[in-house]
């Protein structure tokens, strides 16, 4: 399973990188507002974290278009920023058609707020690189957030389904609204392909109370060797 870390945020992405582990950014509109970014700053931020991660990792940026024209002409700007730009759309009408027109121009969509089986594998369907079902905001409304993971990662699972873009890549499932390090185990037991995570939630998966003890008794053991 691969990491992407869900933030807008270009320090936290500095960190995580120098870790070693990322494999990719997403971005949305809240997480962009939640740094203070302003629109007229929205395409040099995207720029800027394509270069801090560098062109194998792929930075998903949103557009908030409504209308497929709009989208497909915010698609191509955001895709002409930098090699490793997905453009992020929402699952929704406009949303399928606009990721068919991107998805034949060779531009990778990740099809975000994506629910249910079905708008998986319209999203499939539709030539999306990516799609990111929600697991947090479905726990939200008291429904199974994990369980409905599980489900679109063993639909999509069954088929061969690659994106249209010219290299015909393998469409993977990013799991996204990730709110725990236990909702990683339960994403990497059911073989989600990406898992996107905040920050907080990447530096609570390295630790372990009987990790650090352990470290603990090493040093103060091997002083005793000194
Ligand atoms: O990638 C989408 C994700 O950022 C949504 O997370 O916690 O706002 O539901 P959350």
Known sequence: MKFFLDTADLTEIEEAAAWGVLAGVTTNPTLYARVGGKLTDFENHIKRICDVVGPECPVSAETVAMTRDQIVADGRRLAALAPNVVVKVPTMVEGLAATRTLADDGIRVNMTLCFTVPQAMLAARSGARYISPFIGRFDDISEDGIAQVAQIAEAVGNYDFTDSTVNGEQIEI????????????????MGADVATVPFGVLKKMVKHPLTTAGIESFLNDWEKVK
């Open 174 to 189: 990013i799991a996204a609204s990730i709110r725990s390090a236990n909702h990683v185990t339960q994403c990497a037991l």
